[in-house]
């Protein structure tokens, strides 16, 4: 290849990517003065990248594939804007070497490896193949070419059962599978090629062992084209949830210090083994006492904040700087460990039910100052729409520290001061996960969150005595601020009446739990809260994002949303969602029984797993739905006959219909 095609200095920038990366690399080339372009498919008109960049082009529909997969319209955006670069960000056309090849074909810098490194290593079964001429330490698996049911199941008898059956192109958990007997392997392996295909455009499997209580470690590592190839430590990413990762750390601390130079040697060797150019990360399973190389990814990564934090790099400027053609600006002794750094990704996504993706418009985000030790990387703001149709990552919040004690303290307290409304989120799961004793105390392995589940997505304790006060606090202080606009209005002194002394009944559940009721008096003389037999002396002051509620001499911060009759409050004992019960009557709630066989969000069909007047054990699958990238499987809530299937597959679905029918049994 030219060389002078491959590295070369520019001036315009498309990023071909969207949300919160896309945001996180046009901040920074627009920082080393850099015209950046955007990209965006028709869901993404008001997207916050699109708003960022200084020009954007709108690509198609929103399916991915007629939009940010397609490579044809993403070169031609880039012939329309005079781009010289493209920085594909991570997921997407990323890890795809057709891609590099057609940006090169064209003229285009492309920020990342060549298509020949990325297919050496962004294959999970080439680079092991690699890793093994190299000596580089591996899980023992089958990576071969041959990919019928036949070798697939001889692989995995030869291997040993539990295995790991996963996609060989593209990551995020998508297209793996843990398979714990033979019985279960073909149907996996239909399921994991099917994610796949959706996913990267590439349905080829690996097999290797499955290593029970396994610890995840990764590698940073960066090349650029004078032959320098550096390691910027390592860092674990243990807690993970369907094999999607949920909290990175860096450094790890499982590692001591010559196991940390042990795993960073091993991760130059095998990037060395295609004399690799660009950002990747070197990904290990361990044991617990040993690490084995498991796969590279040759792109940034998700979670490339922690490193930037603790080794002080802008890694998207050493990528942009190595695209450039110039020389890594440190040598390997110069890179250091200053601190440790933790990172939460907040999706749009409900613990409580099988993290199933929240679709809808935001209309509350709040997120902490960028102080005090956090960082936060952004893709929405208040007002957008999170659409079914991309990943439900809406964040990053990260938080750097002296110590991993105090990193992980103010970690909490960012999400603590986190409140996004409008859509369900996991904040409170990140919450409930970083104060848990065991991540504490490292005492951790891959499969913990799904150990765990039941405690991290308990319901929040019952609202007591000051939750209560809080909301009608929230609801008069709210009243208040609104009537402060109107000059006129009699609102503007709190409790204001004419004349005497009057009550304001209030009455508040939580889910479909019994009304709890505060009364407030207001009028002449101080205005009081009535609990039962209680009444207490209180004061309101007004600040950002809630107020300071003064209960009988005692002042307490509380931060408040209030979405129409829905209340958030986050006081000093935790998060309280609770429910305005309307002093007017007129609720009208739609109770949908856990029976009914519908599309949770909008899906499209793509595999019927029963057939109609099949008997069916309660939980057995009839069909799975792809949703927002992800295959959510609908079962039968209770054992009967499958009466009716009122899809196919293909189909794309609304939320909410029915997709199939169940007739219990004895009817």
């Known amino acids: 290849m030219d060389r002078s095609k491959l590295y070369r200095r520019f001036r315009t920038l498309l990023v071909a990517n969207r949300g919160e990366i896309a945001c996180r690399v046009i901040r920074t080339a627009r920082a080393m003065g850099l015209r950046t372009v955007a990209i965006y498919s028709e869901a993404d008109r008001e997207a916050m990248h699109v708003a960022l960049a200084d020009e954007a082009v709108l690509l198609g529909p929103a399916r991915a594939r007629d939009s940010y997969l397609n490579i044809e319209r993403l070169i031609e955006a880039a012939r329309k804007t005079g781009a010289e670069a493209v920085h594909p960000g991570y997921g997407f056309l990323s890890e795809n070497a057709e891609f590099a090849q057609a940006c090169y074909d064209a003229g285009l810098v492309f920020v990342g490896p060549t298509a020949g490194m990325m297919t050496a290593m962004g294959s999970k079964s080439g680079s092991k193949e690699l890793m093994e001429k190299a000596g580089v330490p591996l899980v023992s698996g089958y990576h071969g070419e041959a990919q019928d049911e036949a070798t697939l199941a001889k692989a995995a008898d030869k291997i040993g059962f539990p295995v790991l059956v996963k996609a060989s192109a593209g990551g995020g958990g998508r297209g793996m599978r843990i398979v714990r007997s033979a019985d279960e392997l073909a149907p996996a392996i239909v399921s994991a090629k099917r994610e796949a295909k959706a996913a990267f455009g590439d349905d080829r499997m690996l097999i290797e062992k499955y290593v029970d209580n396994p610890r995840h470690i990764e590698v940073q590592i960066i090349g650029d084209s004078h032959g320098n190839l550096l390691s910027l430590f390592e860092r674990e990413c243990t807690l993970q949830r369907r094999h999607q990762k949920v909290i990175e750390e860096a450094p790890s601390p499982t590692l001591n210090a010559a196991q940390r130079e042990t795993v960073c040697a091993a991760a130059r060797k095998a990037a060395g083994a295609v004399n690799y150019v660009g950002a990747g990360t070197i990904e290990f399973v361990s044991d617990g006492k040993d690490v084995f190389f498991i796969e590279m990814n040759t792109r940034l990564q998700v979670e490339h904040p922690v490193t930037e934090l603790i080794t002080g790099i802008d890694l998207v400027e050493w990528q942009l700087r190595v695209a450039f053609g110039e020389a890594l600006p440190l040598k390997q002794d110069e890179i250091r460990i200053n601190g440790h750094a933790v990172e939460a990704r907040v999706y749009a996504e409900n613990p409580t039910k099988n993290f199933m993706p929240s679709v809808g418009r935001i209309s509350t985000w709040r997120l902490p100052a960028e102080t005090g030790g956090l960082r936060i990387d952004a893709g929405y703001r208040e007002g957008d729409t999170v659409s079914p149709y991309y990943d439900a ?18 970690l909490n307290r960012g999400l603590e001061e986190s409140d996004v409304r409008g859509i369900v989120t996991n904040i409170p799961f990140l919450s409930a996960l970083m104060t848990h004793p065991k991540v504490r105390a490292n005492a951790i392995d891959t499969g913990f969150i799904e150990r765990e589940l039941a405690v991290l997505t308990a319901a929040a304790p019952a609202p007591g005595e000051l939750e209560l006060c809080a909301a009608v606090a929230a609801i008069v202080n709210e009243e208040r601020q609104t009537a402060h606009a109107e000059a006129s209005s009699p609102w503007q002194t709190f409790g204001w009446q004419p004349v005497g002394r009057r009550q304001r009944s209030f009455a508040f559940r939580v889910g479909h739990g019994p009304e709890q009721k505060i009364a407030l008096n207001y009028g002449s003389g101080p205005s009081t809260l ?18 300071d509620l003064t209960l009988d001499g005692v002042k307490s911060s509380v931060a408040a949303v209030i979405d129409g009759h829905e209340l958030y409050l986050r006081t000093r004992n935790g998060r309280f969602d609770l429910h305005w019960v309307d ?85």
């Open 393 to 410: 990552m809406l964040a990053k919040v990260i938080a750097w520290a002296p110590t991993r004690d105090v990193a992980i303290e103010r």
């Open 583 to 667: 002093p007017f009557g007129g609720e009208s709630e739609e109770h949908v029984g856990e029976d009914k066989i519908a599309a949770p969000l909008p899906g499209t069909v793509v595999a019927v797993l029963a057939e109609e007047g099949t008997k069916l054990e309660k939980g057995a699958p009839i069909l799975t739905l792809e949703v927002m990238k992800m295959e959510q499987t609908l079962r039968a809530p209770y054992a009967g006959v499958l009466k009716s299937i009122k899809c196919k597959v293909g189909d794309i679905v609304q939320e909410g219909v029915e997709l199939a029918m169940v007739e219990p049994a004895g009817e």
């Open 530 to 547: 009535v609990i039962g037999e209680r009444e207490l002396a209180f004061t309101i002051a007004a600040k950002d994002g809630g107020f």
